[in-house]
Structure formats: structure tokens, C-alpha cells
């Protein structure tokens, strides 16, 4: 195999050439498209050298420079790069390629989906259009023709502005479309088909007119209400929130069934998997709803954090991504339950990035080096990212962190920056010194940190000594202490309260103590309330403290981690043959359910038992997996017997057939009856299954129907038959919802998950080819546990044949699935050792993409 060409951060040079103008026509076609380029390129800053143009998988047709056309031998064409010597500093650059939509199954680049021509050019398939310099520190003025037949094409948009739409006569039609913004050509965007378009209108604080248009196939422009509601909140709450206006006339969203990831926030033109845009009552679950606002919301905030202050280069991905993530959680928050929003962010946080952190894919935020840039789209750049974007503004508080981000936006605005410009900007903006924050951006690996509370009483003093660790992961970046900003809070055992304010404590030394005054009571120590810290915190509790705080704390986020912590140190040591008594936990839920004061949304998640992959974590080493189950099982039939049949039927029973909203209310009652069925079916009896199977039939929404269904699908009965059938028939032309009748059932832990889902690989609906149908039914299946840790090792064997199967198609979502395979050092002998021998098997497979190449070896380093 060929050597991996690795791409270093400290090897950043300034490019040798810019292209301030570039002008592109597409001559469209599904098979063929011809792709006609003329650039300005002028002379940059970096080392003076020849034009070098990447190009991927494109038939040249023609290259021309100052109007002379060139013969092959005056340029050099191979390895993806065009090279072309230029005399002078400047000049006129022209070329013609011919590519292949149809074939183009990466979907990067310009590919066809469903009768639609789309692109997608993050992070590097520009190149796989047109021959450019793709690297996102060169902004130019985009000018794009796109021409096409008017029959199959009547749609035709891209970037910016557009012209008037001139029919050539001959069949077809062509539009000129003008972006005034200089931009890195990732954002490049181009959408030709049969497309419809729910319409609308948002002012800006200045009063500019934006024209809104969310593109789907005709029919469909109904269930884009929801999307174009939150883009208008999106529009409204950037101005409110961070003094960002739009700056365009048009903004436009597509809807394409065929994506990578979620969406992708190109200038004036964002392209979205249809998953994230279309939604009614009927089809979509208020997860759905959810995610459909924070994505439009994502990319939209992108326009700002990303668009018009760019990346340098791919190592500063985080400066617009996790900056973007946090703006978008702020968004929810500001639009729902800030608390339920916060433990679910957490709860995302902990399965895929602290895992990540821990694991052999480890990096910081701001990476060093990397083989594949696709491979960096990770939980760590994104999600750890935000959470480092929100202890800034922890740090900061509202009013001058507001003071450090419009500096940032005045300093950068149009240019391509690093992360370090917007440390420096939130340091002299907001007044913080952030030397020793930085190392947030260079260090990987979760920090732990040890608090431990002793209290005085005749001193009527209580003591907190805290400590930090930082682990020992590959690419660690070094483990000099961290500045961690922990809320904190005591409370009195006696009283029940708060023992005086919360407390900012900045953490900054390998260990410290810290006094507190005018304790009389026993205290309680409440630490990282509002998860002010990614981190973990191992606190000595004495036994009955975590459930005093899942009854007492006035921070949600604390409460709800008391019931957590009580949870997990239950599950690891059951899991570990340690018998432990449950009483607590169900005495903790049982008051939890029946608290009035708190909401359903709240007393749902709180009753959830931690996914068992964290428990994985927690143990560490020499895990049994089926040992966790067997934990996570018996956990929950001790927490039914405990709460009681009819405490939970109550539940499921109450608020139904009311009218349907999306209120926070609304969803939490949703959300809280299908907790409560999913609890009832730990050892469903008649009554269970007969109420699973009413609010599969009655339901008048897709949450409700999934709950049921979920909660039948994982039962051995004839009604489990019966509702997935129901499910199919109802739903067959739906694609996004046929995907999660092969995600519940791949799911399903019921009988043999490995033979139920190569059953369903073999339905007429399934295709690996869709990368939504592809992560429905084998990321389902990769998340279910028994399933996939089945002893003897034929689910690995399973997954990394589908990974084989789909690499071949397209790199960059097989790469997606290596993960569950290089979390083998988890487990115990056997399972890790069969783990291992997939990922080498994978390596050793003909014709392996780089992406999963990268993947694998990292796994088994
Ligand atoms: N910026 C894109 C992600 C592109 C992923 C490329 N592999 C969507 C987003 O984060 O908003
Ligand atoms: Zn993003």
C-alpha cells in the first residue's frame, strides 16, 4: 500500500498564487457536464512558484492562459494537480472539464440525486469540479452561468445574486448568478431540477428585503413550515443576540435526499440532507422538529462564523464549527427548555466525544496533522469545541463576551482567520487573559477532576480540595494543568438549601483548596453545575449526598447528574459482579415522577438510565459488554418493580388526544410517556403491550407512533409483527421515515439483531448506496449492543464488511463507521482481539480508500 500523505499545521505557508475573480459556465447534464473556468490569479504572499491547480477525477478538455491555448506539453497534469508555469504576476487562466454527475457516487463534488444536480465542495471537492487552487485562505468574486435543459432542469441556482433566466432557444435555458462576497471556494454551491419552493420574506435590522426560498420536490413545500419558521428565528436572533445582519437579497435552502452529513452552509445557497428540512405532524418526531431547527439555525449562523470570517486553513475547522455548535445551542436554548437543551447537549457530548477523547483517534480541537480532512468532521471539533467557545463566555459573562465577538467580526470580517485571531479578539475584547486557556486548543484528553469537601463545624468552615489530571491519549499536546471554570455550590443536609451564592471557581493549578465561610450545617458540594467545564469530575460523596442533590439542587443540570452519578455507579458495579442495592435509585425516581414542581420534559430525562456505552467508559478496561446489558437490564426491571406498573401507565395515559403542539409543555409530555412505555417494557406484560399497541393506533403524531413502535419492536409478540408491517405500508414513500423503520428494528434488541438486520439488507428498500439508508440500518445496528458485541464476534465481522461494501462507493461515510471497531481496547480479551482483527482485515482489503485507511490505522496504533 501506498504511503499515507500526511498534512502538518506548522508547514502552513501563504499561498503563491490568489484568484480574485473567477467566472465558471456549466453546460449541465446528468452524464455529462462541461465545466468552463476563467480565473484572475494574481500573485500571493507565499513562495514564488508555479500555479499549481488541484484537479480530481476530471477529463480535461482545454487549458488556456492569456488567451493561448496550451499544448499538453506546456502544463503538467498528474496526481490530482495541474501545474502551469506563469512569466509575470498576473494573469487570465481558462479551462474546460468535462465531469460525470451520474457516476459521481463520493457525492462530493457535482453529483445527481434523484433527478437533481447538486454540489458539495467542503472541505476539498471543488477540485472535483472545475481545476482551482482549493484551499479556503483564497477568496474570490464568483460570477456562475449555469445552462441546461429547461424540461429537466427548470431550477437552476447557485451563489448570490441572480440574473434574469434567458431561454437559448434551443431547449435550453441559462441564468447568470453574481456573489458580490469574496469567498473560499468550499462555499461554492450549484442546484439544477424539478424543483418547488415554499416562499417568504424576513427584513433585516436595516431594513433590507430578503427574498427566503426553501427548494424541495413540488408537493412537498407544505412540510417546509417549521424549517422556514426557524430560518426567520435564526435571522432574527443573530441580529438580537451578536448584532450580525444578513447581506444578501436572496437566501436560499435545497433539499437534496442524497447527502454526506446533515447540511452545508454555502453563501446564499445552503444544501441540506432532506432529513433535516422537511416535517409535519405526521412524519416527523419533536426530535426531528428540533434538529431541523438547529441545523437551519447552524448553517445559517455560518453566513457569519465561517462565511464571512473563514477558516485560514483546515487545522482553525474548529474556529468556525465549534464557535457555530455553540451559537446553535444558544439558539435552542433561547427557543425551548434551556435545561432539557443543556443535559441533552451533554448527554451528545459524553457517548461520542469523551469517548473520542479517550480512544486512539484522540486530538485537540486545533489538530496538528491529518491524513484525510474528511476524518476531522469530529464530536471533538465540534462539540468540544463549542463547549470551549462557552467557557470563554462562562469566563467572560453575557456583556462582555458580546464586547470580544463584535471585535472579532470588526477585526476579521472577509478574511480567512486561526483560531489564535479569535482567542486574541475575545482577550482584548472581553478583558479575559486566556494564556493559559489556550492550552484548551492544543492538549487533547478529558481533564478529570478530584474535589473532595470537608467541613469544620466548630470553625464553621467548609474546605474544597481540588485536583487535575490530564490523561495519557495519543496526541495528548502535552498535560500542563488546564484554567477550568467550575459553578459551584454547597447546600445544607439539614435545611435543604443553598448555602449562599453560586461560586465561579477558575481551576487553574494541578491542585488547590478553596475556603468557604459561615458553614454551619453540613455541606453538600454541587461542582461543574450547568457542566460550566468539559471535564469529568470524580467528587467523594458520602453515600445519600447524590440523592439529596437529585432532590434538593436548584441547578437542573446538577440534579440531573445526581441521578445519573447514582445510576452509572450502579451499573459499573453490577456490571463488574459487585452486588449493589437499588434502593436509592428507585427511591430517587419514584420522587422524581411524582414531582409536580418539575417539568415532564426534565423528569423524562432524568429517569433515563446512562447509555451503556458511557458504562463502558466508566469501567475502563477488560469490559464484558454483555455484562453491561445484562447491569442496564436488570437496572431497569428493579426501577419498574420500584416505581410500579401503574404509576408509569398514568403517565403514558394522561395528556393524550389533546390537541398538537410543539410547545416545550407538548413535547415534554411526548417525551415523558415514551420514557416512561420504554421503562414499562423492561418486563412488558399484557397491559404494556396492549398500551404500546393503542398509542401505535391512535396516535395522531410520529412521536407518539415511534415510541410505540420502538417499544413493540424490541418486544417478542405478534404485535410487534403487526405495527412494523402497519409501519412500512403506511409510510413507504417517505423515505426519511422508512429509515427509522430500519433503524428501530436494527435496534431492536430482541432475538438475533445480526440475523434480523442482514434480513432487512436484503429488502427491496434498502441500499447502501444512500447514506441515510446506510446509517439507518448498519449504524443501527452498530448501536446495538448485544447485537453488535455478540459473542464470538460476528457482528464486527458484519460491520466491517458493510464498511468494505460501502467504501468503495463513498470513503467518506464508511470512513464514519470505523469508530465502533477502535473502541477495542475496552473490552475484555476475546471481543478485543476479534475487534483487532477486523480493523487489520480492512487494511489488508485491495484497493482501500485513504479515508478508512486512516481510520483503521489509528484504531490499532
Ligand atoms: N460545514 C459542513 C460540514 C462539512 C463536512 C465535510 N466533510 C456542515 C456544517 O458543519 O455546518
Ligand atoms: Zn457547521
Partial sequence: PQASHITHRKDYQPPAWLVPDAALTFDLGAKRTKVSARLNVVRGAGPRGPLILNAEALELLSVSVGGRKLSADDYSYADDRLTLVIEGDEAVVETEVRIAPDRNTQLMGLYASGGILCTQCEAEGFRRITPFPDRPDILSRYTVTLRADRTDYPVLLSNGDPGELRDLGDGRHEIMWTDPHPKP???????????????????????????LGIWVRPGDEPRCQHAMRALKDSMAWDERTYGREYDLDVFNIVAVDDFNFGAMENKGLNIFNSKYVLADRETATDTDFDNIAAIVAHEYFHNWTGNRITCRDWFQLSLKEGLTVFRDQSFSADHGSAAVK???????????????????????????????????????IYNKGAEVIRMMATLAGAERYRAGTDLYFE???GEAATCEDWISAIEDGAALDLSQFRRWYTQAGTPTVNATLTHD???RTATLTLSQDLPNVPNAGGRK????????????RESGARLG??????????????????IEETPILSINRAFSAPVSVKATRAPGELAFLSAHDDDPFARYEAMQELMSDWLVKRARGEGEDAAAIIDAVTRTLDDQSLDDAFRAEAILTPADTLIVDRIGTDVSPRAVVQARRTLRKTMLSGA????LMRII?????????????????RRLRAVALGLLFADPGEEAIAAAAALYDKADNMTDRMAAMTALAGSDTAERVRVLADFHARFRSDANVIDKWFTVQAMAETGDPLATTQHLMAHEDYSASNPNRFRALIGGFAANMPGFHAEGGAGYRFLADQILTVDRINPQTAARFVAPLGRWRRFRQDDAAAMRAELQRMLDAPGLSKDVREMAEKSLA
Avoid at 187 to 205: I, P, R, Y
Avoid at 659 to 668: I, N, Q, T, V
Wanted: charged share 25%.
Fill in 185 to 211: 471556494c468550499y462555499l461554492f454551491a450549484a442546484v439544477a431540477g424539478k424543483l418547488a419552493a415554499l416562499k417568504d420574506s424576513f427584513t433585516t435590522m436595516s431594513g433590507r428585503i430578503v427574498a
Fill in 342 to 380: 443543556r443535559i441533552q447537549d451533554v448527554r451528545t457530548l459524553r457517548i461520542a466525544q469523551f469517548a473520542e477523547d479517550a480512544g486512539p483517534l484522540a486530538h485537540s480541537i486545533r489538530p496538528d496533522s491529518y491524513q484525510e480532512i474528511s476524518n476531522f468532521y469530529t464530536s471533538t
Fill in 411 to 413: 477585526r476579521h470580517d
Fill in 457 to 459: 463545624a466548630d470553625a
Fill in 481 to 492: 494543568p488546564m484554567h477550568i471554570p467550575l459553578k459551584t455550590a454547597l447546600f445544607g
Fill in 501 to 518: 451564592k453560586e461560586r465561579l471557581i477558575e481551576l487553574k493549578d494541578a491542585a488547590v483548596q478553596i475556603d468557604f465561610g459561615g
Fill in 644 to 647: 410500579g406498573h401503574e404509576r
Fill in 653 to 669: 395515559e394522561s395528556g393524550r388526544g389533546g390537541s398538537f403542539d410543539l410547545s416545550p409543555e407538548a413535547k415534554g409530555k
